[in-house]
């Protein structure tokens, strides 16, 4: 729009020099009067210039508007795609912020419940419960409820945390839920050689103590089995002891005390059910061996009833055709009577003694 009004402007410029010039060279020569014929045609030549550069202006004009809209067109579609997916994209980032504060929550739940852990298995009655809540778990899932005791007591006094009821052998085993947990954390906290010494002994001596306490308190001579168990509810102590510690669990082996671990106690309560199922298939087997015992008994007595029902069936038949025996004499005597009754008798028939004629009959 700037460039038309300059270009009015240069026109008019151009129109008002050539009034001006039109006016100065007026009483000049006829030569004069060709140039300002020659300038009105340049004036008239610019005015066609104009129109022809207003027409193609207007036309650019047109085309760049049209181009414009286009442009402003697309630019809109694709603001409003951005902001579609911008907002697709906040909404799927509000979404992992709810899942990231849910584990963010979860974590702290955690950490307090591990901190609530941690305070358990530092108090010696509360890591005592601990061990006795887990060691019922494992039993009572594998074992079913005939086979043990929970907190059962002995005839020495002594409660121990679990009875396992099998048959003799070997008989009631006896385990232990507690566990020296202060002195395994000393020796996993020790820094340097010295320290770390000192933490080895004190584990060493609390485990044996621990071991020596079930020796004597839970195996009874003619009540329990000649072995009892030690539980350990953390697998991280039991593979201390058993990497490290061998003379430790070799004495617990000569005191016939077993030290078990969650895993190992599994395998351990599996072998009693087996041991279980084996003892009652046997208890099964001899009462239906003595099932069959008594169904043989009725078999025979069940034999000897077929044969003499079989003999009463014989005399019976034997009976049946000598009665039958008699029936076809009886019924041919019959026919025979019949016949003479029918026939008219002869003359020296009726000479013979009726004794005779009985006896030909």
Known sequence: MDVTLLLIVLAVAVVVAIVFGIVAVRGARAESAARLARLAEIAEGLATTQAEFS????EARKTTGERLDALSKRLGDGLTESAEKTGESLKGLHERLAVIDAA???????????VGLQDI?????ARG???????????????PPSAYAMQAKLSNGKIVDCLLNLPNPPGFIAIDAKFPLESYNALRQADGDTEKVRAERAFSADVRKHVRDIEEKYIVPGETAESALMFLPSEAVYAELHANFRVVVEDSFRRRVWIVSPT?????????????KDAQMKEQAGLIQAEVEKMLV???????????????FDQAGRDVEQIRTSSKKVT??????EGMQLEAPSPAEDLAPPQDRLREV
């Open 129 to 143: 419960a601990f061990g006795e809540i887990q060691l019922q778990d494992l039993v009572t899932a594998i074992l």
């Open 121 to 125: 298995l530092s108090n010696k009655q």
């Open 298 to 312: 009725d078999v025979r007595r069940l034999d000897e009833r077929v044969d003499s029902l079989h003999k009463h």
């Open 55 to 58: 027409g193609k202006f207007d």
């Open 104 to 114: 963010q929550k979860n974590i702290t739940d955690l950490s307090q419940q591990m």
């Open 264 to 276: 190992t106690l599994m395998a351990t309560l599996n072998t009693v059910r087996a041991v279980l």
């Open 332 to 337: 041919g005597r019959g026919v025979k009577i």
